[in-house]
């Protein structure tokens, strides 16, 4: 069966508008468009239901707040299948959502008459009651003129009601039309007050004969919320047992039972950005009222800058100010673990704010009085809450929440709900590129999630509207097509405009390093391409080790590096991050692992570049290096393809850091030798260096530079060549500015003569 033909299965299948619609709304917004773009003559019947399913869709999201798209699809759903039950029937629930839009926000109840009222008063009510009703009257009559509809007769009985209603008033409120200062004491009260009833009641009885899921009447209870949202199965299931013991030990209570260890409210909800934080907090502050834990299911929203001062005293008074506040509540802290900074001093006053919190929470005044959730990344919040024994003795182990990333299926269905909420659908070709976007984007702890994905959506969205192109729209299909050219910009805005091989070719010398990535690049590609094809791969070794002299190009080649592996689709950012051993060793214990892992972070999607790396094993007891390479090496395995790691340093060096750790060694199978350029190639280089200057050598000037770099090696090598020009370039100035010489883009053999002296004076 194609996937055409289950299509239309599902759309034969749905024969009661009370069943589960058959397609989701994305997909059915697609069917439709298909079927438009290519003509395809689908059977007047299934292009009526799918018509009237767009319409349901529509009814359904904007909550039976009916619009002009809604009824217009309805009309079309007629045109195709008039006969049709599904379309019968929901031909009648827009009747009736007309009808009760026209009355549900009217408080009938509140205009009764009532004996006590004084004269005033009533005049007031019965005016406002001949202004309401002269209003509904005329939009009734002129709704049923414009709107004539096939109704059943239990609804057409319900809408009679309501003229009845109406005629009632009008003819009870004639005394009062024909003489406004006496006709007030010739109205029966009970017979308006009995029309205003029946008024009211038809809100209610209208809405009965809607289906429960056009309805949303109200807000759903905490746990139905919870359960509406995208994925966290593990979370909601710890929820929904949560719930019951909070509920099993508050009817234990409400018999007579006691517990000395009441069960904590306090929460720690960890999880990266866009993982749901704050919307669990609030479901759980809906729990703790519904259950009577708490007086409101209010959520005081405080982060570090509303409770930290900047002097004495001005935290403990932010911090009271809120718990006063949240007293019935909850207080959700946000990014908790920023309250206690790293190397914090006397001047940073956020352990004043736990301190007094933890008061707050254990004191008889406040203490029980409020719940207080607490939120963060998760290494963070470990590191913060064993930080502080004070405040991890107030949230126990099972009140630890921690919310996972969203899948990339649960990406993409969240960006297709983003794009429906604001009129919006994919095309099945720009859906492949929402995935890669997100892809794209999905690198590090720093994604945000559900936030994220939000955000791609909306840049489309406004790629879209913000091009003339795309404003000569033919029909409504063509206002709501997401299509794959609109992620143009978030795709494809940080293209580069030099190849990283065409790159890695225009470097001097290099030879051998040259083949090596060149060799490389060829692989990763065709392990990419039998990947594609559902054929064996061979495991690609993509960390390196680069052995050479300083100034050989081994940082620029990490970068045209970084650049090959991004375009073969191995790296998402390709960027590279240059670390030594000062970004990655602390002076203490329990930082080291810290600071790398930092580094690390920085680095996700890209390269980290360690210079000098073999400095990370020193001799000495009180050493962390050690750490920090062990903390590298789990990281690499944590992370897997997302990082590539290069070691930097002399070729012996190298060698004996990769020799002294097993993991090391099993890690980094890639060696790349860069050797000292040759004298033809320092010379190429210098020539180079001055013409992105704008200067050229003299003839003099080359042959002096040939004979030294033959004669003499240089410290630095591709250092050298730059210290040297910049060296000769202040020297031609200073010549000219002595009169010596004409030519301001020339430098002389004197020139270079002296900055050779200069340069290689700093060797000694």
């Not at 002299?549 to 590279?576: M, S």
Request: with cysteine; glycine share 6%; net charge negative.
């Amino acid at each position: 069966m194609t996937i055409e033909q289950d299509k239309r299965m599902k759309l034969q299948s749905w024969t009661d508008i009370t069943m589960p619609p058959p397609l989701h709304e994305a997909e059915a917004l697609r069917y439709m468009d298909r079927v438009e773009q290519t003509k395809d003559e689908l059977e007047p019947d299934l292009r009526s239901r799918l018509y009237a399913l767009i319409a349901y869709y529509r009814m359904q999201r904007s909550t039976m707040e009916l619009d002009d798209l809604a009824s217009e699809f309805v009309a079309k759903a007629k045109q195709n299948g008039e006969q049709d039950a599904i379309v019968t029937h929901l031909d009648e629930l827009v009747d009736i959502s007309r009808h009760l839009q026209l009355i549900q926000n009217e408080q009938f109840r509140e205009l009764m008459i009532h004996g006590s009222d004084h004269q005033s008063v009533k005049r007031k009510k019965v005016e406002q009651i001949i202004q309401k009703v002269e209003t509904l009257e005329e939009n009734w009559s002129t709704h049923a003129t414009t709107y004539p509809s096939v109704r059943m007769s239990s609804t057409t009985s319900l809408l009679q009601k309501g003229q009845e209603a109406l005629d009632g008033l009008v003819r009870e409120l004639e005394p009062f039309q024909a003489n406004e200062m006496n006709g007030v004491n010739h109205i029966s009260e009970s017979n308006v007050n009995e029309w205003l009833r029946q008024l009211d009641a038809l809100v209610l009885d209208l809405r009965q004969m809607l289906p429960n899921s056009l309805t949303k009447d109200g807000e759903h209870d905490a746990l139905t919320q919870l359960d509406d949202m995208v994925g966290l199965d593990e979370i909601k299931s710890y929820i929904h047992r949560y719930y019951q013991y909070l509920k099993y030990q508050q009817k234990r209570k409400n018999l007579g039972f006691h517990m000395s260890d009441e069960p904590e409210l306090h929460m720690i909800i960890s999880g990266n950005p866009g993982t749901g934080k704050t919307t669990i907090a609030r479901l759980l502050a809906n729990i703790y009222y519904e259950l009577g834990l708490l007086d409101t299911k209010e959520v005081i929203e405080v982060n570090r800058s509303h409770l930290v001062g900047s002097y004495v005293g001005q935290s403990e008074e932010n911090t009271m100010n809120y718990v006063q506040q949240a007293i019935g509540g909850v207080l959700f802290i946000d990014e908790a673990y920023s309250l206690k900074r790293e190397g914090q001093t006397g001047n940073d006053y956020g352990q004043a704010v736990i301190d007094t919190l933890v008061s707050a929470m254990t004191s008889k005044e406040y203490g029980d009085k409020f719940a207080v959730i607490m939120a963060g990344y998760p290494e963070e919040m470990r590191q913060f809450l064993w930080s502080n024994p004070g405040l991890r003795s107030r949230f126990p182990e099972q009140n630890h929440i921690t919310l996972p990333n969203y899948t990339m299926d649960e990406l993409i269905y969240i960006g297709e709900m983003t794009a429906l909420e604001n009129d919006y659908f994919f095309t099945y070709e720009a859906l492949a590129r929402l995935e890669s976007a997100i892809d794209k984007r999905k690198v590090d702890e720093s994604f945000g999630n559900a936030r994220s994905v939000k955000n791609i959506v909306l840049q489309t969205i406004f790629h879209k509207g913000a091009h003339a192109s795309y404003h000569n729209e033919v029909n409504w299909l063509d206002y709501m097509r997401l299509e794959s050219e609109h992620f143009s910009e978030v795709l494809d805005g940080e293209k580069d405009n030099v190849a990283p091989l065409e790159e890695l070719e225009a470097l001097i010398g290099l030879q051998p390093v040259k083949e090596e990535v060149k060799k490389l690049s060829s692989f990763v590609r065709m392990q990419q391409d039998r990947r594609e094809q559902g054929l064996p791969t061979v495991p690609i070794q993509l960390h390196a080790v680069f052995s050479g002299n300083p100034g050989t190009g081994k940082t620029t080649v990490a970068h045209i590096y970084a650049g090959v592996l991004k375009e073969c689709g191995l790296l998402k950012r390709g960027h590279v991050v240059v670390a030594s051993r000062s970004d990655l060793v602390a002076g203490y214990v329990g930082q080291t692992a810290m600071k790398t892992k930092k580094k690390i972070r920085e680095s996700l999607g890209g390269v980290l570049f360690i210079d000098e790396a073999y400095s990370l094993f020193q001799s000495g007891g009180n050493d962390f290096g050690k750490e920090a390479v062990d903390t590298l090496v789990d990281e690499m395995t944590k992370h897997n393809e997302n990082l590539v790691v290069i070691l930097a340093g002399y070729k012996q060096e190298m060698r004996q850091l990769i020799q002294s750790n097993p993991g090391l060694s099993s890690r980094f199978k890639k060696f790349f030798h860069f050797p000292d350029y040759e004298a033809e190639e320092l010379v190429d280089m210098t020539t180079y260096q001055a013409q992105q200057y704008k200067y050229h050598l003299s003839e003099y000037a080359l042959s002096f530079l040939e004979e030294q770099y033959r004669e003499h090696t240089t410290e630095g090598n591709g250092r050298f060549v730059s210290n040297l020009v910049d060296e000769a370039v202040q020297y031609q100035a200073l010549r000219i500015d002595n009169g010596d010489g004409e030519d301001p883009f020339e430098l002389a053999k004197d020139d270079v003569e002296k900055a050779w002296q200069a340069v290689k004076g700093r060797e000694i």
